[in-house]
Nanobody
Framework: QVQLVESGGGLVQAGDSLRLSCVVS????????MGWFRQAPEKERAFVAA????????TYVDSVKGRFTISRDNAKNTVYLQMNSLKPEDTAVYYC??????????????WGQGTQVTVSS
């Protein structure tokens, strides 16, 4: 099956930026949608952003629109989440996800282990 490994999390102050990376391995990737979920303390995992297999379409949760940008480089088997103007409410464990179709924003097929993002006031 597809495997995903995230990196790039850290501790930053409000207003700072971070770029998360996710390296994907497996026999299928190029035709899979990719995305990011996050889980804040004592909250359920929630959708953040997704990108279509060819990068032609993206979608974001309202709370990150205009601040976060998802992108992918299929030649490098990597998906990115550029996070600008970070807010304390962005603090969460961020998970890279993938799915072959429409489930990418709801119940994606595969998940990474997660990377911690902490934003201080």
């Amino acid at each position: 099956q597809v495997q995903l490994v995230e990196s790039g999390g850290g501790l930053v102050q409000a207003g700072d930026s971070l770029r998360l990376s996710c390296v994907v391995s497996g026999r299928t990737f190029s035709r899979y949608a990719m995305g990011w979920f996050r889980q804040a303390p004592e909250k359920e995992r929630a959708f953040v952003a997704a990108i279509s297999w060819n990068g032609g379409s993206t979608t974001y949760v309202d709370s990150v629109k205009g601040r976060f940008t998802i992108s992918r480089d299929n030649a490098k088997n990597t998906v990115y989440l550029q996070m600008n103007s970070l807010k304390p409410e962005d603090t969460a464990v961020y998970y890279c996800v993938t799915d072959p179709g429409m489930r990418i924003t709801t119940t994606p097929e595969a998940w990474g282990q997660g990377t911690q993002v902490t934003v201080s006031s």
